[in-house]
Structure formats: structure tokens, C-alpha cells
């Protein structure tokens, strides 16, 4: 009877040592790469440098392929970073100016697949961006997704695991260049956008022709294609709006004064009395933000309401007598 216990916990032991042995992590985890063979691939990705929230998994292609997967998150400290090719210290610094609220966080991943002897071979290796980033107000991934959905992926799998052998901590300055590059594009696409939008406004204005060097605020609010223009502080202020649609127009420039309380700018023409709203204002007393609400009621207008909205400051516009007005975007 105890040789029978014995041969039968002899044959689970034995079996265990099978399973374990079959088990596709495990054969990566306790496997080695041909480069360093001092060292398995578990005891690399599971103890260097720099990572975070590491995970092994395993799935099956469409074509009953076999492949474990690593991943693990890759945590940047923009305040650390140093230049390194194709990051520049200028483009270090624009990274530290744009991204608000929480560093960025990329993710790694490593694809082994299996073959049917128990040998394995590193297929994929690739960074992303996790989206958790925001960019002044551009919030990922809307408009940075192709970093999230596609990132970063190496011809050669083995170049970033090399690094991860070595110890090195991975950053990613491929894709932070790309994120600050991407970035001045995306500028550059939003003041075209505002440009076209003011031009079109102001083909409907014309300043008084009388009207001496002035520079003045300009507003803009890209849903209704309007904008206003003005200084309230010295009380005056205009707006235009043109619907290519329609053909429907608005203009003014009218003059008027800020309420005591210091919220409000009040027109002194009295067939006009629209709600004028001060918003966010600078050191200086310069309202970020004007809210307009019932300009139905003036004359200027046509009978709607095509200048009702939020208006946000996006440049000065400079006036010179005896020549067109001049667009300075910030």
C-alpha cells in the first residue's frame, strides 16, 4: 500500500513538472535570447529598469499561431529629460510649455512567437502612448491617435530588448519629438483655420474712414464664424459675421462704456442692448472671454441673432490710417 502512495505522488510530481514545463509564459520567462544567453528573458523584463504595471499574457493569431505577449508601462518625466537624437533641447523645452497636468505615460510591447519544438522568436516590439496626456487644451488621443493606436514599432525586435538587458531605461525620444513636431503642425492648421474665418468676418466691415492708428483685441468664436474687435477699456467695440450659406451678414462698431462692477461693456446706442459679459480678465483688466447674448434685437444684425456666443482672444488686430488693418495671431 505505501509503494502504491508513493508511485502515485512519484507520477503527479511527474506531471506537474510536465504541465509546468508546457506552459507557453513559461517557456519565454525561462528562455534566452540568442544575443545573451547569461540571463533568461524573465529575469530581464521582470526586474530592469524603468518599467511599470508589467503584464505576460498569451492569444492565438487567426491562424492558430501561438504568442506570448509583455507589456509594461514606460512612465517619461518631461522635467528629467535630456536631448538626445532626434530630441533637442528646444524641443525639450516646448514638451515642458505644452504638456499640462500629468507626465506623459508610454507602453511597451513585446510579442514572442512560439514554435513547435518550445523555441520561441521575438516577432514584434513596439512603444505607444497611453492616452493620457493633454496637450494645452488637445486632449489624446483625439487628436494625437495614430501615437496611441499605432506608436512606434522596430524593424529589428531585438534592438529595444538589447537595451533592456543593458538595464537602460527606455525613452521614447522618437515619438516625443514627433508629439512636439505634430503639435507646431496642428498650430499651424488651427491659425489657418482662424485666419480664413476672420477674413471671411471682416469682408463685411469696413472701419470708418476717418478712423486714426488703433490696436484692438481680436475675438473669435469658430462655431458661429464671428468675431469681435475692440478695446472696452478705452470703450469701444465691433463685431462681423458672414454665412457663406445664407449670405446672412451682421457688422458693428459701436462705442460704449464697462458697467461699475466692471463685468459687463453697455453700448451707448440705445436701439442696441445685447448682454455684453467681461470673462477671465488679465492683470491688466483685458477680458479673456466675451459673452454675447441678444443681439437679435439690434439693427446691425439683420433681425437674428448671428453674434450671439462666446468669443475668445486670439490676436490683435492693428489698424493704420490710410491702410488696411493688420492680423497678429498668438
Same mark, same amino acid.
Given at each position: 500500500?505505501?509503494?502504491?502512495?508513493?508511485?502515485?505522488?512519484?507520477?503527479?510530481?511527474?506531471?506537474?513538472?510536465?504541465?509546468?514545463?508546457?506552459?507557453? &509564459?513559461?517557456?519565454?520567462? *525561462?528562455?534566452?535570447?540568442?544575443?545573451?544567453?547569461?540571463?533568461?528573458?524573465?529575469?530581464?523584463?521582470?526586474?530592469?529598469?524603468?518599467?511599470? *504595471?508589467? =503584464?505576460?499574457?498569451?492569444?492565438?493569431?487567426?491562424?492558430?499561431?501561438?504568442?506570448?505577449?509583455?507589456?509594461?508601462?514606460?512612465?517619461?518625466? &518631461?522635467?528629467?529629460?535630456?536631448?538626445?537624437?532626434?530630441?533637442?533641447?528646444?524641443?525639450?523645452?516646448?514638451?515642458?510649455? &505644452?504638456?499640462?497636468?500629468?507626465?506623459?505615460?508610454?507602453?511597451?510591447?513585446?510579442?514572442?512567437?512560439?514554435?513547435?519544438?518550445?523555441?520561441?522568436?521575438?516577432?514584434?516590439?513596439?512603444? +505607444?502612448?497611453?492616452?493620457?496626456?493633454?496637450?494645452?487644451?488637445?486632449?489624446?488621443?483625439?487628436?494625437?491617435?495614430?501615437?496611441?493606436?499605432?506608436?512606434?514599432?522596430?524593424?529589428? %525586435?531585438?534592438?529595444?530588448?538589447?537595451?533592456? @538587458?543593458?538595464?537602460?531605461?527606455?525613452? %521614447?525620444?522618437?515619438?516625443?519629438?514627433?508629439?512636439?513636431?505634430?503639435?507646431?503642425?496642428?498650430?499651424?492648421?488651427?491659425?489657418?483655420?482662424?485666419?480664413?474665418?476672420?477674413?471671411?468676418?471682416?469682408?463685411?466691415?469696413?472701419?470708418?474712414?476717418?478712423?486714426?492708428?488703433?490696436?484692438?483685441?481680436? @475675438?473669435?468664436?469658430?462655431?458661429?464664424?464671428?468675431?469681435?474687435?475692440?478695446?472696452?477699456?478705452?470703450?469701444?467695440?465691433?463685431?462681423?459675421?458672414?454665412?457663406?450659406? *445664407?449670405?446672412?451678414?451682421?457688422?458693428?462698431?459701436?462705442?460704449?462704456?464697462?458697467?461699475?462692477?466692471?463685468?459687463?461693456?453697455?453700448?451707448?446706442?440705445?436701439?442696441?442692448? %445685447?448682454?455684453?459679459?467681461?470673462?477671465?480678465? +488679465?492683470?491688466?483688466?483685458? %477680458?479673456?472671454? &466675451?459673452?454675447?447674448?441678444?443681439?437679435?434685437?439690434?439693427?446691425?444684425?439683420?433681425?437674428?441673432?448671428?453674434?450671439?456666443?462666446?468669443?475668445?482672444?486670439?490676436?490683435?488686430?492693428?489698424?493704420?490710417?490710410?491702410?488696411?488693418? =493688420?492680423?497678429?495671431?498668438?
Amino acid at each position: 500500500m505505501f509503494r502504491l502512495l508513493q508511485s502515485l505522488l512519484f507520477l503527479l510530481v511527474v506531471f506537474s513538472l510536465c504541465s509546468c514545463k508546457g506552459d507557453d &509564459i513559461s517557456i519565454v520567462k *525561462n528562455g534566452y535570447m540568442n544575443f545573451d544567453q547569461s540571463v533568461t528573458i524573465g529575469d530581464v523584463l521582470d526586474n530592469c529598469k524603468g518599467l511599470e *504595471n508589467r =503584464s505576460w499574457s498569451k492569444f492565438e493569431t487567426e491562424l492558430k499561431r501561438k504568442v506570448v505577449n509583455f507589456t509594461a508601462d514606460i512612465p517619461v518625466k &518631461i522635467d528629467l529629460l535630456t536631448p538626445n537624437h532626434p530630441l533637442t533641447t528646444n524641443g525639450i523645452a516646448v514638451l515642458k510649455d &505644452i504638456v499640462m497636468g500629468t507626465d506623459p505615460v508610454f507602453q511597451l510591447t513585446l510579442q514572442f512567437q512560439l514554435k513547435q519544438n518550445d523555441s520561441f522568436e521575438l516577432t514584434y516590439a513596439g512603444i +505607444t502612448l497611453k492616452p493620457n496626456l493633454i496637450i494645452e487644451d488637445i486632449s489624446v488621443p483625439d487628436a494625437y491617435k495614430s501615437f496611441v493606436d499605432t506608436g512606434q514599432t522596430y524593424s529589428d %525586435p531585438t534592438y529595444m530588448l538589447k537595451q533592456l @538587458y543593458q538595464n537602460q531605461e527606455l525613452v %521614447p525620444y522618437n515619438l516625443l519629438h514627433a508629439i512636439q513636431s505634430s503639435y507646431f503642425d496642428k498650430k499651424k492648421e488651427a491659425k489657418r483655420k482662424k485666419r480664413k474665418i476672420i477674413a471671411n468676418a471682416f469682408n463685411t466691415f469696413e472701419f470708418p474712414s476717418d478712423y486714426g492708428r488703433a490696436r484692438f483685441v481680436m @475675438y473669435l468664436n469658430e462655431k458661429n464664424e464671428g468675431i469681435l474687435f475692440g478695446n472696452v477699456q478705452k470703450g469701444i467695440l465691433g463685431g462681423a459675421y458672414a454665412n457663406n450659406e *445664407n449670405g446672412s451678414t451682421c457688422s458693428f462698431f459701436e462705442k460704449g462704456e464697462i458697467n461699475s462692477a466692471g463685468t459687463k461693456f453697455e453700448f451707448n446706442n440705445p436701439s442696441c442692448t %445685447p448682454e455684453v459679459n467681461l470673462k477671465d480678465k +488679465t492683470k491688466a483688466g483685458m %477680458p479673456r472671454i &466675451i459673452a454675447v447674448s441678444g443681439t437679435i434685437d439690434c439693427s446691425f444684425c439683420e433681425g437674428g441673432s448671428s453674434l450671439d456666443g462666446e468669443y475668445h482672444a486670439v490676436g490683435y488686430l492693428d489698424v493704420y490710417e490710410g491702410r488696411g488693418p =493688420s492680423l497678429t495671431l498668438w
